[in-house]
C-alpha cells in the first residue's frame, strides 16, 4: 500500500508539473465548496467558532490572553510564510514589528495585552507584502474599529496574499519547469511504472489497446479482435459517407501505410471522438480534459460548416418557392456571402448558447437557422425599402430545412460526412511527419476562416482579444500559410507553444480548424518527447511481432529524421519522428 501512495503521488506532482507547463493560464485557486454543501457548514461553523472563543476570552473576567498570544503568533507565521529566503530586510522588520517575546513580557508585567496596538503594524506589514491589487481591501482594514472583526478580514486577506505568492512563483517557475518538464515527467512516469509492475499491474494496459486499434484500423488484413472504431473517424466508416462519395464523385481514398509515425496519429486523431466514459491511455490521462475539449471543438466546426452548406445549398436549390418571381433573379453570387455569414453567426450563438456540450443545444439551431434564411430573404428582398412587406418563409420550406438541419445535428447527413472526412484529411496532413510547405483548408471551411478573422479583429479592437499564447500558437498554422515544423530544438519549445486551456480562447477560434489542428500538433509533440520510448516498443511490438526486440531507450528516439532502421544488423528498432 505505501509503494501504492508514493507512485499516486509521483503521479500527482507529474500531473501538475505538466499543467504548469502545457497550460500558460494555470494558477491555484482557493477551493470553495458549494454553498449549501455539508463541507462549506463544517468549515463556516469551525471558523466562527474560532473568532467567537477569541471574543468571549476577551470579555471574561479574569481576561484570558492565551487566545491572544496564539493569535499573533499565527499572524506572524503567516507573514513570514510570505517573506522570500533572501528578503532579509522584510524578515527583520516582521519580528521587530511583531516581538511575541515582547508581547509574553508586556502580559507579565501588566496583566494585559492590548490587541488594538498591533492592528496598524499588521496592517502596515501586510503593505509591504502584498501586491499592488492587494492595497486597496489593505487599507480598508484600517476602518474596522473592533480589533477582533480587523484580524479576522486581515487572516481572509493573508490566504489571498498567499495564493497570490504560489501563482507568482509558478509565473516566474515556468520557463524553467519547462525546460526539464520532459525530462521529469519521464523519469515519474517510469516510477510509476515500476510500482505497477511491482504489485502485477500492467501501467500501460490501456495505451497498448489504444494504441494497437490505431494499427488495426491502418492494417485491416490483420484480425481485428472484434475491436472496432466507435467514432467512425476515419474515412469510409459509414454508409453517410459513402453516399457523400458517391455525390460528388470522389473513389476511396489510398491506404494509409501502418508506419510508426502513422499508427501514433491516427490514435491521436481517434482521441477526439473518444467517450470520456471509455478507459483512457495512462500517457494520456493528464490531457484528457484537454483532449475532450479539443473534441468538442473538431464537432462544432464539422458541424458548422455542414450547416452552412447545408443551408445555402438548399436556399439555392428552393430560390423559386422562396421569391417571387420578380425578385429571383437577384438570387446571385453577391448576395450568398451575406447568407453564408448570417448563417455562420446563428450556427455558432446555436452550437455554443453558453453550454460545453453541443447536444444540449444543438435542439435550438434548426429554428435559429431558419430564423436566419427569414431575415436574409427579407433584406434581399426589401433591398432598402422598408415599406415592403415582411416575407414569411412558406411552411414547406421551413420544415423541409428543418428536416436537414437536424440530420446535420444528427450527424446522418451525407454532407455532414464528406465535412467530417475532409476535417480529419486537413488534420492528417497538418500532423504528419513531413507535412507540405502550405495546406490550404479543405473546401466549405473557408466560411469559418472569415468568420474567425472578422471576430478576431472586432475583438481586439475592442481589447478583449484572445490570449497572446493561444494567438501564437493559431498563428503557426494559417489556411494558406506555411506549418511551422514542429521538430524544435528542445522540448521546451513544444511546452511553450501548446495553448491554454480551451476556457481562455475567445468563441472565434473555437470554430478554427487550423488552431485545431495547431493545439492538436503541439501536444502530440510534447507528448511523443515524453512518451516516445513506451510509445516506440508498443508500436515496436505491433509491426514486428514475431521477433523478440529490446525497448528503445530515449536515445533511439529522434524527434526530427525520417522513420528508419538503426542499421542492418539492429533492424529492429526505429526512430519515431515528430
Known amino acids: 500500500m505505501g509503494q501504492l501512495a508514493d507512485a499516486a503521488n509521483a503521479f500527482y506532482n507529474m500531473s501538475l508539473a505538466h499543467e504548469i507547463a502545457v497550460d500558460s493560464g494555470f494558477k491555484i485557486e482557493k477551493h470553495e465548496p458549494p454553498r449549501e454543501s455539508f463541507e462549506n457548514c463544517i468549515k463556516k461553523t469551525m471558523h466562527q467558532a474560532f473568532w467567537d472563543i477569541l471574543r468571549s476570552s476577551l470579555e471574561s473576567d479574569p481576561v484570558d490572553y492565551e487566545p491572544i498570544l496564539r493569535l499573533l503568533a499565527d499572524v506572524k507565521q503567516s507573514l513570514s510564510d510570505l517573506v522570500l529566503p533572501n528578503q532579509k530586510t ?23 495585552i492590548c490587541l488594538e496596538a498591533y492592528v496598524d503594524p499588521v496592517i502596515n506589514l501586510m503593505k509591504q507584502f502584498c501586491a499592488p491589487i492587494r492595497d486597496k481591501e489593505v487599507e480598508a482594514l484600517r476602518s474596522i474599529d473592533n480589533p477582533v472583526d480587523a484580524f479576522q478580514h486581515a487572516f481572509r486577506l493573508l490566504e489571498k496574499m498567499h495564493m497570490d505568492l504560489a501563482n507568482f512563483t509558478i509565473a516566474q517557475m515556468r520557463p524553467y519547469i519547462r525546460q526539464q518538464a520532459v525530462t521529469y515527467e519521464r523519469s515519474k512516469f517510469a516510477e510509476f511504472l515500476e510500482v505497477q509492475q511491482a504489485v502485477g499491474v ?10 494497437r486499434e490505431a494499427y488495426e484500423q491502418l492494417n485491416p488484413n490483420e484480425p481485428m479482435g472484434g475491436s472496432q472504431n466507435p467514432s467512425d473517424i476515419h474515412s469510409g466508416s459509414s454508409s453517410a459517407s459513402k453516399g457523400a462519395d458517391e455525390m460528388i464523385g470522389v473513389s476511396n481514398p489510398t491506404p494509409i501505410p501502418p508506419t510508426p509515425n502513422n499508427i501514433l496519429r491516427e490514435a491521436y486523431l481517434n482521441l477526439l471522438t473518444r467517450s470520456t466514459t471509455n478507459d483512457w491511455p495512462e500517457t494520456v490521462i493528464m490531457d484528457q480534459q484537454r483532449i475532450h475539449d479539443l473534441g468538442t471543438q473538431f464537432s462544432r466546426i464539422v458541424k458548422l460548416s455542414s450547416l452552412v452548406l447545408v443551408a445555402c445549398n438548399y436556399v439555392a436549390m428552393n430560390a423559386a418557392r422562396i421569391f417571387p418571381d420578380s425578385a429571383s433573379v437577384r438570387l446571385n453570387s453577391n448576395i450568398m456571402p451575406d447568407l453564408k455569414k448570417s448563417l455562420c453567426h446563428s450556427a455558432v450563438i446555436a452550437l455554443t448558447n453558453g453550454q460545453t456540450d453541443t447536444s444540449e443545444s444543438d435542439s435550438d439551431a434548426p429554428d435559429q437557422i431558419v430564423v436566419a434564411v427569414e431575415h436574409w430573404a427579407n433584406r434581399v428582398l426589401k433591398n432598402g425599402n422598408e415599406s415592403f412587406p415582411t416575407f414569411i418563409l412558406p411552411m414547406a420550406i421551413v420544415e423541409g430545412l428543418r428536416a436537414q438541419i437536424s440530420d446535420v445535428l444528427n450527424e446522418r447527413h451525407p454532407v455532414h460526412a464528406l465535412m467530417h472526412r475532409r476535417a480529419v484529411g486537413f488534420l492528417r496532413l497538418a500532423l504528419s511527419s513531413q507535412p ?43 489556411p494558406s500559410g ?8 528542445t522540448a521546451s519549445d513544444c511546452r511553450s507553444e501548446t495553448g491554454e486551456s480551451s476556457s481562455s480562447l475567445v468563441d472565434a477560434e473555437n470554430f478554427s480548424l487550423s488552431d485545431l489542428a495547431s493545439r492538436l500538433l503541439s501536444l502530440l509533440t510534447l507528448n511523443r518527447h515524453v512518451f516516445g520510448p513506451w510509445y516506440a516498443e508498443i508500436i515496436q511490438s505491433l509491426l514486428v511481432p514475431k521477433r523478440t526486440s529490446a525497448a528503445p531507450d530515449a536515445n533511439n528516439l529522434d524527434s526530427t529524421g525520417s522513420s528508419e532502421h538503426n542499421s542492418a544488423n539492429d533492424d529492429t528498432t526505429f526512430h519515431m519522428t515528430t
Not at 468 to 476: D, F, H, P, R
Open 202 to 211: 500492467d501501467g500501460l494496459l490501456c495505451t497498448r489497446n489504444w494504441i
Open 90 to 112: 522584510l524578515q527583520k522588520l516582521l519580528d521587530n514589528s511583531l516581538d511575541l517575546e515582547v508581547a509574553r513580557t508586556e502580559l507579565e508585567e501588566t496583566g494585559r
Open 436 to 478: 507540405p510547405e502550405s495546406i490550404p483548408l479543405p473546401p466549405g471551411f473557408g466560411v469559418l476562416s472569415d468568420f474567425t478573422q472578422q471576430s478576431l479583429a472586432r475583438a481586439r479592437a475592442l481589447n478583449t482579444g484572445p490570449s497572446i499564447m493561444a494567438t501564437g500558437v493559431s498563428n503557426q498554422l494559417q
Open 482 to 489: 506555411r506549418l511551422l515544423s514542429d521538430s524544435g530544438d
